[in-house]
T-cell receptor, first 116, second 110 residues
Framework: ETGVTQTPRHLVMGMTNKKSLKCEQH?????MYWYKQSAKKPLELMFV???????ENNSVPSRFSPECPNSSHLFLHLHTLQPEDSALYLC???????????????FGDGTRLSIL | GQNIDQPTEMTATEGAIVQINCTYQTSGFNGLFWYQQHAGEAPTFLSY????GLEEKGRFSSFLSRSKGYSYLLLKELQMKDSASYFCAVVYNQGGKLIFGQGTELSVKP
């Protein structure tokens, strides 16, 4: 039990499909994050939510749409993705947003996404 | 930019000591994390440094020099299970973003 649960673990979709990734944290944290992890590249921060408000959007294409209905749940809605979007998508949470003390982020196991 | 540099790969022997270095741009620095990630698993938190000096936690230690923009992760008494990727990540500016290095893939050999 990592405290951060992501579903599904694996997802294969065509470029015209619409799907959603789900993340749930059981740690009582106030901040949640989406990262993209591609092979041989640094983790790329996509979105940050603090107290359910989006506080960071790192120039992510609009085909990725986040949703944070409450402090425990985070979604990433996907539509008309491209082959280069194939990657591991990691969700994380922390007590507070970065910069407010040494709050480590707790990561889920990720969703391995493959775009056909 | 906020380039964070660490070696791509390292190899070490079981029982030995290995040091993984990380350099970063100092402007706006507000803390540095080290994470471990085994293949197919979530990254896990190892250490946090915001002041100069050495933080020791069991077999793992992390060092920071803010003036030099330099940190290292020291792993002692290496075990096979320490084979993993190790990421340094820097917090820039108060309330700011966390930037990850590309990770160092450590292979521990018998």
């Amino acid at each position: 039990e990592t405290g951060v649960t992501q579903t599904p673990r694996h997802l294969v979709m065509g470029m015209t499909n619409k799907k959603s990734l789900k993340c749930e944290q059981h740690l009582g944290h106030n901040a949640m994050y989406w990262y993209k992890q591609s092979a041989k590249k640094p983790l790329e921060l996509m979105f940050v939510y603090s107290l359910e408000e989006r506080v960071e959007n790192n120039s992510v294409p609009s085909r990725f749409s986040p949703e944070c209905p409450n402090s425990s749940h985070l979604f990433l809605h996907l539509h008309t993705l491209q082959p280069e979007d194939s990657a591991l998508y990691l969700c994380a949470s922390s007590q507070e947003a970065p910069g407010q003390g040494g709050q480590p982020q707790h990561f889920g196991d990720g969703t391995r996404l493959s775009i056909l | 930019g906020q380039n964070i540099d660490q070696p791509t790969e390292m190899t070490a022997t079981e029982g030995a000591i290995v040091q993984i270095n990380c350099t970063y741009q100092t402007s706006g620095f507000n803390g540095l994390f080290w994470y471990q990630q085994h293949a197919g698993e979530a990254p896990t938190f190892l250490s946090y440094n915001v002041l100069d000096g050495l933080e020791e936690k069991g077999r793992f230690s992390s060092f920071l020099s803010r003036s030099k923009g330099y940190s290292y992760l020291l792993l002692k008494e290496l075990q096979m299970k320490d084979s993993a990727s190790y990421f340094c990540a820097v917090v820039y500016n108060q309330g700011g973003k966390l930037i990850f290095g590309q990770g160092t893939e450590l292979s521990v050999k018998p």
